[in-house]
Structure formats: C-alpha cells, structure tokens
C-alpha cells in the first residue's frame, strides 16, 4: 500500500511564524504536490515537484517556499504564517508515467493560525 | 480561472437513489479524467477515472459518463448508500509535458445519503 504521511494532523501557530509541514511517501514515486483545502474552493495546488531540487508553482504560491533535497520528502514552508493562511493543507505524490496518473494523498494537516 | 467547473456544491440524496455531480472543463488538451472520493478527517482517494476515448466507464455501482464536445462529464451513484455520503471531486490533467501528473480539480461537491 502507498503511505504519504504528514508530521502533524493539528497544528497552532501565531502570526509571524515561520511554520514547516512536512510529508513523507514511501513508494519511490517522483512528483509530489502541496494543495490547501478550503470550504467552497476546493483543492488549490501550491506547489508541485517533479523530481528532486526540482519545484514549480501552483495557483497559490505567494507567502509559501518548498524544499524537495531527498525524493521522498517534500516541505511546505510558511516562511511568517498569517491568519489567512489557516487552512487544511494536504500533500500527494504520483508515479511518473505516460499513463494514468493517479495521486495517492496523506490524511492532511489542519494549521491554525493565531 | 476554474480550469474545471464543478456543480451542485452540496446533494442530498435518499438511501437507494441516484446521485449525479456534474463537471465542465474548457481546455480540450485534459485527456485523463478522474473522480476523488473524500470522508471526513481523510486525504481524497481515487473513485474511478475515464480517458476520452470512450464515453462511459462503470465500476460497481459508479459510472462516470463523458461528453466530448460538450467537455462535460458526470458521476453516476447508482442506489446511493449512507456510506457513500463524502465529498467528491472531479478533476482534469493532461498527460504530457511540464504539467504532467498535475491535476486541476472543481471546488467539491458534498453528498448526503440519508438512511
């Protein structure tokens, strides 16, 4: 079975913090994503990377930065969290492939912001 | 913009009914479709995905149903059960270049099976 995991399931933070979410998958795959998943919006990407120290932007990169330096690791990092970036964020990773490209999704972090 | 429009955003439905969510897309590059699956506390989960080459797909009792030149597809739950009730997402990618493995998804659609 894939596993993608995420270090927190809650996290409480305040205005100004830099805040790190991490996420691990254990099947080897090559692209990983950061989405943020608000009611009524939907699933928004942030970032996505497709290979190691690779990255490219999402929808709604601004006030995020990721770092990908092992393949099976990918960060999302809120360099001063804001009260607007309270939000449920979820990561994912697929296999690179010219067929279908099905993401396998960790349970998500739910990050508040004070 | 919403690369992939999404309707209704909530659906309720009685237990032994069928339940239709509806997707719009407008780039005609998309060539793989998939449906996520999503209960409470969970990451989505892939449901079912359909390329355009054909027009419709069921698995159980899920079909999703594809109109190519209305760039419309749908997701068909045939006798809706109480542990169907989750949020569903329909999504678009297209399978080539610097985008490949991303997928644009609609804004959700929360069904409700009452028992």
């Known amino acids: 079975d894939v596993k993608v995991t995420q270090s927190s399931r809650y996290l409480v933070k305040r205005t100004g913090e830099k805040v790190f979410l991490e996420c691990v998958q254990d099947?080897?795959?090559?692209?990983m994503f950061w989405y943020r998943q608000d009611p009524g919006l939907g699933l928004r990407l942030i970032y996505f990377s497709y290979d190691v120290k690779m990255k490219e932007k999402g929808d709604i990169p601004e006030g995020y930065s990721v770092s990908r330096e092992k393949k099976e690791r990918f960060s999302l990092i809120l360099e001063s969290a804001s009260t607007n970036q309270t939000s449920m964020y979820l990561c994912?990773?697929?296999?690179?492939?010219?067929?279908?490209?099905?993401?396998?999704f960790g349970p998500g972090t739910r990050l508040t912001v004070l | 913009q919403q690369q992939v429009k999404q309707s209704p955003q909530s659906l309720i439905v009685q237990k032994g009914g069928i339940s239709i969510i509806n997707c719009a897309y407008e780039?005609?590059?998309?060539?793989?479709f998939p449906w996520y699956q999503q209960f409470p506390g969970k990451g989505p989960a892939l449901l079912i995905a359909?390329?355009?080459?054909?027009s419709e797909k069921k698995e159980g009792r899920f079909t999703i149903s594809f109109n190519k030149s209305a760039k419309q597809f749908s997701l068909h739950i045939m006798d809706s059960q109480p542990g169907d009730s989750a949020t569903y997402f329909c999504?678009?990618?297209?399978?080539?270049?610097?985008?490949?493995?991303?997928?644009?998804f609609g804004r959700g659609t929360q069904l409700t099976v009452w028992p």
């Open positions: 359909i390329r355009p080459d054909v």
């Open positions: 994912a990773s697929s296999l690179e492939t010219s067929g279908p490209m099905e993401q396998f």
């Open positions: 780039n005609t590059a998309f060539d793989y």
């Open positions: 099947m080897d795959h090559e692209n």
């Open positions: 999504a678009a990618s297209i399978g080539r270049g610097s985008t490949l493995g991303r997928l644009y």
